[in-house]
């Protein structure tokens, strides 16, 4: 059989409209392909929920891929061990209580089993804003990351969600959407972003689990963006929290989805 360039064409149009438009209502949307927002649309996607994540860039994974300073592997603190094993990552214990694992692997592992287990992953897509109602946030607002890295004035589209999850690492971006358009109104101290602390593993790493919880209403938060919101340190390249602060996430919405289905 001869290959037909159109017949190529037309597969990947029809087949991608098809996974936007049947994704343009969800239970939770997720913004940013990091550790965090990964492990999150895995748990939930585990559990049968329909989750969405948009990632920016062309490349999941975030701020895994350069290790620390470029140097591609990570590390791991024993608490975070069963999550790297759900998601098959191999690492060594390089001290007690300190467990390497090779970036690559480990944003691939990542990648892969929350594409497997059901979550549906839209790379070059930023989120712009979020779609508001009386009971608070219910959808983001979508555009091309071209559009945004080419300044073109186009308009964007929107979808709708029970939840959303900020999973932006350090910039926060949908809380910081959220204070610029609506007002100081986020649930910490200030209503305001508290900012991120100087760097303190261990009390960041504690912080990051802490920090995960919702931050105005219908919208959560998770990984990097919990110590901005809340105000943490820091923590350099750990990367056990980033996956701690994911499963919690799922296991609020999961727990939030079941309350409401009742
Ligand atoms: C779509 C967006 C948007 C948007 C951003 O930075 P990340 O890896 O975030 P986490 O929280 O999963 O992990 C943090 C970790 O990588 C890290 O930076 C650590 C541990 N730092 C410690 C330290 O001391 O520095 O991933 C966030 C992702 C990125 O891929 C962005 O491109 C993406 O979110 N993103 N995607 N729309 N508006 N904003």
């Avoid at 004035?153 to 971006?173: C, F, N, Q």
Wanted: aromatic letters at 8%; a negative charge.
């Amino acid at each position: 059989m001869k290959l037909d360039d159109i017949v190529i064409s037309r597969a990947i149009i029809e087949n991608w409209s098809k996974d936007l438009v049947e994704y343009l209502e969800v239970d939770v949307a997720i913004v940013g392909g990091g550790p965090a927002g990964l492990t999150a649309a895995y748990y939930l996607a585990k559990k049968g929920v329909k989750a969405v994540l948009y990632e920016r860039k062309l490349s999941i994974g975030g701020g895994m891929w350069g290790g620390g300073m470029m140097y591609n592997k990570c590390v791991f603190q024993e608490a975070s061990k069963p999550i790297l094993d759900e998601f098959k990552i191999r690492y060594e214990e390089y001290q007690p209580g300190y467990f390497i694992t090779d970036s690559l692997e480990t944003v691939s592992a990542l990648c892969l089993e929350t594409i497997r287990a059901g979550a549906r992953i839209f790379n070059l897509i930023s989120v712009e804003d979020v779609m508001i109602r009386e009971e608070g946030v219910t959808g983001l607002v979508l555009n091309w990351s071209a559009v945004d890295i080419a300044k073109l004035h186009v308009d964007p589209l929107t979808i709708r969600s029970k939840y959303v999850v900020d999973a932006s690492g350090h910039a926060a971006e949908v809380a910081k959407i959220i204070t610029r358009k609506i007002g100081k109104a986020l649930f910490t101290a200030t209503g305001d972003l508290m900012g991120e602390n100087p760097m303190w593993a261990e009390a960041g790493e504690h912080a990051i689990v802490e920090n995960t919880k919702e931050i105005y209403s219908g919208v959560y938060v998770a990984g990097m963006a919990c110590n901005a919101v809340f105000g943490g340190p820091r923590m350099g390249p750990i990367f056990g929290g980033m996956l701690l602060s994911g499963k919690k996430i799922a296991e609020l919405l999961l727990a939030k989805l079941k309350g409401s289905s009742n």
